[in-house]
């Protein structure tokens, strides 16, 4: 099994633990135009709503897998940002990199620093050799972002569950 998840630090971004406290962010953040039409709607449309989904969602995978998606929040004011982290999905044999970040916090760069923080974690700690990744068909932003990080192209596949096909993508760490 993995070691406890103690947080990932970048020069200007900390991920940690999801709690009860962020369910106004992740009420926010599900809502998103991007996040409904790229990742889809996950039910959350109250605080209640989105309590429940940190705890089946990122902490229920973190206590299975030792790992998931983690609040990514900005070091100088403990804003959070997004989420980042890895995923183990049915019908995947290798982890992947998830991410969603809240409009006005694009085109910063901070969806890449994070992710090569999060693939750096992925190696160094977790000792993963391959990470995957997924992507809606046409989010050009986030295939622009694997690209960026060094991952490759490998086919499309409807996994189990989901109701359109996605990009797969892997990347040798």
Known sequence: ????????QTRRFNLRLLNDADASFILG?????DWLKYIGDRGVHTLNDAKAYIHSGPL?????YGFG?????RQEDHMPVGLCGLLQR???SWPDIGFAYCAQFRRQGIAFEVAQATLEYA???????????LTAINNEASIGLLRKLG????????????AETSNLYFKTL
């Open 69 to 73: 998606l983690y609040l990514v929040e």
């Open 90 to 92: 049915d019908g995947l």
């Open 151 to 162: 991952f490759a192209y490998e086919r499309q596949i409807a996994l189990t569950g989901q």
């Open 29 to 33: 953040l599900l809502n998103e135009p």
């Open 60 to 64: 229920a995978m973190i206590k299975k």
């Open 123 to 133: 190696q160094s700690v977790l000792g993963l050799t391959k990470v995957a990744a």
């Open 1 to 8: 099994m993995y070691p406890p998840f103690v947080g990932i």
